[in-house]
């Protein structure tokens, strides 16, 4: 695989696992490093180590997620990873659509070592916020 199609498989590697709500499917680091808004501490404090990202970000996502839609990749001049566009249904009452812009770091054996999500996380902490 040459390295574009490297970091293409994680990407894709990740958005699978949250389509199948399959933790083991997303291909982390040991040493991962997540930034997300709603993340205990938000994107100023990043969660470190794949246990940690599974016991404190991972935990909640299984029964939260709904369908799972990924638009295109755009790749770093040096392939060293890629952000991606996404939609994410979040089963809130009522449910949501995040529009999301993930930035992942990819190292040369494929596995993501750092993640920052980007998203309004208005829609999910105040659903009613935008007015008709």
């Known amino acids: 695989m ?15 696992g949250l389509a199948r709500k399959d933790f083991d499917l997303i291909p982390f680091a040991d040493d991962v490093t997540l930034r997300a808004p ?5 994107v100023h404090h990043p969660i470190s180590g794949r ?3 599974r016991a404190l970000w991972w935990e909640p996502m299984p029964g939260l997620l709904g369908a799972v839609t990924l ?16 939609e994410i ?5 009522p449910p949501v659509v995040l ?10 054996s494929g596995r993501i070592t ?9 829609d999910v902490t105040n ?3 935008r007015t008709p």
Not at 38 to 42: D, E, I, V
Not at 71 to 86: K, Q, S, V
Not at 114 to 122: C, L, S, V
Request: proline share 5%.
């Open 114 to 122: 750092q993640q920052e999500n980007h998203f309004d996380p208005r």
């Open 2 to 16: 040459d390295r574009k199609q490297v970091v293409r498989a994680a990407v894709e590697g990740y958005f699978a």
């Open 71 to 86: 638009g295109r990749i755009y790749f770093d001049d040096d392939l060293t990873g890629a952000i991606a566009e996404a």
């Open 99 to 108: 529009r999301v812009a993930d930035r992942l770091d990819v190292d040369e």
């Open 89 to 93: 249904e979040v089963r809130l009452d």
């Open 38 to 42: 709603l993340a205990p501490g938000g």
């Open 51 to 53: 246990d940690q990202v």
């Open 127 to 129: 659903p009613g916020w």
